[in-house]
């Protein structure tokens, strides 16, 4: 089966996007679009179908697009920003989804949603409720993708951006989270501690194989060691703004994240 996976190439302002949870720190524009073009490249080299999104260059935070909707199955879930600045960003992924045929629902006020906040497993979907998912986006979910069976969780969080800032889930479901960061690691059937806050998150590429950040060695060590082989890259800049693997991309496959 081959993945689809949207991008957006940073823009210019990209220095400028949001921090809530950290410190700010200079970013390196020009780095960013290396380490962007990487990312990117590594998809194709693992035979995914990459398609960049219009740019939005007015808006610093548009390349992290995980945030602008929601798929699963031929359902897409646009999304609702919980940050007024980033308002616009989701209407050049609504119109690649469109065109791809798939089903378009909107995220109504006073629904707020961002895609990072939510995690899919089977037929469960966790969304974190905080900062910029509020308890809106528990019905906007149900109501989307109700008819597929599935469960919708609400999963408050209080230390980090999103609920994939905290948490991620491997191949087989298992929930992996840098415990500090985690609030309510038991809402999680199934969930292990990684020694490294950027070792929580990952894209799964097939049933053996993920994709996470280089700086993250013993829990690279620790995903091998259950079986996994690691493909890593190095997001340094989209770290600076509280971004990792998953933000990067829009994964389009039948059911899943």
């Not at 950290?22 to 380490?35: K, W, Y």
């Not at 999680?188 to 590429?205: R, T």
């Not at 998953?246 to 899943?256: A, I, P």
Request: aromatic share 4%.
């Amino acid at each position: 089966m081959t993945i689809t996976a949207l991008v957006r190439r940073p823009g210019p302002r990209l220095a400028e996007g949001l921090v809530t949870h950290i410190e700010r720190s200079s970013v390196d524009v020009e780095l960013a679009l290396r380490q962007w073009q990487a990312y990117c490249d590594v998809l194709r080299r693992l035979g995914w179908h990459v398609i960049e999104v219009e740019p939005a260059d007015d808006c610093p935070d548009a390349v992290f697009i995980e945030d602008t909707c929601v798929v699963r199955g031929k359902t897409a879930l646009i999304a609702r920003p919980g940050a007024e600045s980033r308002s616009t960003e989701p209407a050049a992924t609504k119109a690649v989804l469109a065109d791809l045929g798939y089903t378009i629902v909107e995220t109504v006020e006073p629904a707020t949603l961002d895609g990072g906040d939510v995690l899919k497993i089977d037929d469960r979907i966790y969304v974190g409720q905080g900062g910029r998912s509020n308890q809106g986006a528990v019905t906007a979910l149900q109501q989307a993708f109700g008819d597929q069976g599935v469960e919708v969780i609400g999963v408050p969080i209080t230390k980090v951006l999103h609920l994939k800032s905290g948490v991620t889930a491997l191949p087989d479901g298992t929930v992996i989270g840098y415990e500090p960061l985690v609030d309510g690691a038991d809402t999680y059937p199934n969930f292990v501690a990684v020694p490294e806050e950027s070792g929580a998150h990952v894209v799964v590429i097939d049933d053996k194989r993920v994709l996470m950040a280089d700086d993250a060695p013993r829990s690279a060590d620790l995903l091998v060691g259950l079986g996994y082989e690691v493909i890593t890259v190095s997001i340094s800049e989209f770290q600076k703004l509280e971004g990792c693997v998953t933000c990067l991309s829009v994964r389009l496959r039948d059911l899943g994240d």
